[in-house]
């Protein structure tokens, strides 16, 4: 699973728009602003959200999972806290 959170600061790692991300991934804007603006985990068709984690990961972007280890090198993006609130910095 992504989350809406992991969507858009994967974007921000990329430097891309989200027409960008849609035209990376085979999709519609539409379908990037649905998927980003819902609460947690991203919902949607199973297609189009595979589509947009395969496109992630062709761009070099690796998915954290909660609790998940990375093996790979460079950036990311992950909450330090499981439940971090937001505008609270810890």
């Known amino acids: 699973m992504i989350t ?3 969507l858009r600061a994967a974007r921000a ?10 035209e990376m991934a085979g999709v ?3 379908t990037i602003q649905r998927m980003e603006a819902s609460q947690g ?5 199973v297609d189009s959200l595979m589509k947009v ?3 992630l ?7 954290l ?5 990375s093996n ?4 990311g993006v992950r909450f330090r806290h499981a439940e971090a609130p937001l505008g609270r910095l810890n």
């Not at 985990?41 to 068709?45: F, Q, W």
């Not at 999972?65 to 280890?69: K, Q, R, S, V």
């Not at 790979?72 to 950036?75: E, P, T």
């Open 4 to 6: 809406a959170a992991q």
């Open 13 to 22: 790692l990329l430097d891309i728009d989200q027409k960008t991300m849609a």
């Open 28 to 30: 519609s804007l539409p």
């Open 41 to 45: 985990n991203v919902r949607g068709i």
């Open 53 to 55: 984690i395969e496109a």
């Open 57 to 63: 990961n062709r761009a070099g972007i690796e998915l």
């Open 65 to 69: 999972g909660e609790h998940t280890h």
């Open 72 to 75: 790979g090198c460079g950036r």
